[in-house]
Nanobody
Framework: QVPLVESGGGLVQAGGSLRLSCAASGRTFSTYVMGWFRQAPGKEREFVAAITWSSGGTRYADSVKGRFIISRDNPKNTVYLQMNSLKTEDTAVYYC???????????????WGQGTQVTVSS
C-alpha cells in the first residue's frame, strides 16, 4: 500500500498559478512512477503528467505541455505539480497516483489519492 494525500488545490483566476502536492507514505515511494490525473464534471478521468522514480523521465498531456511541471522529492516522499498559466478548462478534481509504468492509462496505476479540487475562474 502507498497511501497518497493531495493538497494545494483551490480557486484561482485564469492566468494564475497553483502548486499541488502529493504526500506518500511507505518506504517504497521512491520506486514508483508517480502521476497526476484530473476529472472534470461529466468527463472521464484524464492523464495530466507523470514522472519516473529517478525524475529522469517525464510525460505530459498535450493540453498542459509548457504550462505544468511535475517534480518529485523522494526523501520527502512528495510529488508536485506546478500549474502555470491556468485556464478555465483546467478546472477539475486532480488526483495523484502511483504505478509501475510511465503511462497515460489510469488503469495501470495501482494507488490513488482522494483528489483535490482546482477551480479556475474567468
Amino acid at each position: 500500500q502507498v497511501p497518497l494525500v493531495e493538497s494545494g488545490g483551490g480557486l484561482v483566476q485564469a492566468g494564475g498559478s497553483l502548486r499541488l502536492s502529493c504526500a506518500a507514505s511507505g518506504r517504497t515511494f521512491s520506486t514508483y512512477v508517480m502521476g497526476w490525473f484530473r476529472q472534470a464534471p461529466g468527463k472521464e478521468r484524464e492523464f495530466v503528467a507523470a514522472i519516473t522514480w529517478s525524475s529522469g523521465g517525464t510525460r505530459y498531456a498535450d493540453s498542459v505541455k509548457g504550462r505544468f511541471i511535475i517534480s518529485r522529492d523522494n526523501p520527502k516522499n512528495t510529488v508536485y505539480l506546478q500549474m502555470n498559466s491556468l485556464k478555465t478548462e483546467d478546472t477539475a478534481v486532480y488526483y495523484c497516483a502511483a504505478g509501475q509504468w510511465l503511462d497515460v492509462r489510469a488503469s495501470l496505476y495501482q494507488y490513488w489519492g482522494q483528489g483535490t479540487q482546482v477551480t479556475v475562474s474567468s
